[in-house]
């Protein structure tokens, strides 16, 4: 089973986070070899990778992530699964930080995004998305 859009269900309870408060989101992409954009998009039937789609909705869509108040926190590059799934490879990993969660929901309502969104759309073959709450490390794992 793939993923590229959140649930009703998860979205849902997302929309009952708390005001005010950080939250980090943790991104797993896995993208398509080719990027398929629907019939009715400039780029439908162009040779683009999904790499350059995502590159391209990351460009676009950065103005209103930066608008919202969102900031990347953390990006690395995926190298192999130690615990898990083989099969479950991700091409690229990130953390991206928002004010609280009606800014990650302002961002995707927002007209402007909701166009830059089909970049994304055209080029993930499935991922995840792992809303956090970031706090203080201790010294020992998971503290």
């Given at each position: 089973?793939?993923?590229?859009?959140?649930?009703?269900?998860?979205?849902?309870?997302?929309?009952?986070?708390?005001?005010?408060?950080?939250?980090?989101?943790?991104?797993?992409?896995?993208?398509?070899?080719?990027?398929?954009?629907?019939?009715?998009?400039?780029?439908?039937?162009?040779?683009?990778t999904g790499l350059?789609?995502?590159?391209?909705?990351?460009?676009?869509?950065a103005e209103v992530f930066a608008r919202?108040?969102?900031?990347?926190?953390?990006?690395?590059?995926?190298?192999?699964?130690?615990?898990?799934?083989?099969?479950?490879?991700?091409?690229?990993?990130?953390?991206?930080?928002?004010?609280?969660?009606?800014?990650?929901?302002?961002?995707?309502?927002?007209?402007?995004?909701?166009?830059?969104?089909?970049?994304?759309?055209?080029?993930?073959?499935?991922?995840?998305?792992?809303?956090?709450?970031?706090?203080?490390?201790?010294?020992?794992?998971?503290?």
């Amino acid at each position: 089973m793939t993923y590229i859009d959140p649930d009703r269900e998860a979205w849902a309870v997302f929309k009952t986070l708390p005001k005010g408060q950080p939250i980090n989101m943790l991104n797993l992409i896995r993208l398509k070899p080719r990027a398929e954009y629907p019939a009715d998009h400039p780029d439908h039937g162009k040779d683009i990778t999904g790499l350059d789609a995502y590159r391209a909705y990351g460009r676009t869509s950065a103005e209103v992530f930066a608008r919202v108040g969102g900031r990347q926190v953390w990006v690395g590059n995926p190298r192999v699964m130690v615990t898990g799934p083989q099969a479950e490879a991700w091409d690229l990993a990130f953390i991206a930080e928002y004010p609280d969660a009606e800014a990650f929901i302002a961002m995707v309502r927002d007209p402007e995004y909701r166009e830059h969104v089909k970049h994304r759309t055209a080029g993930v073959a499935d991922s995840r998305l792992l809303c956090l709450t970031p706090r203080e490390p201790g010294d020992g794992f998971g503290e």
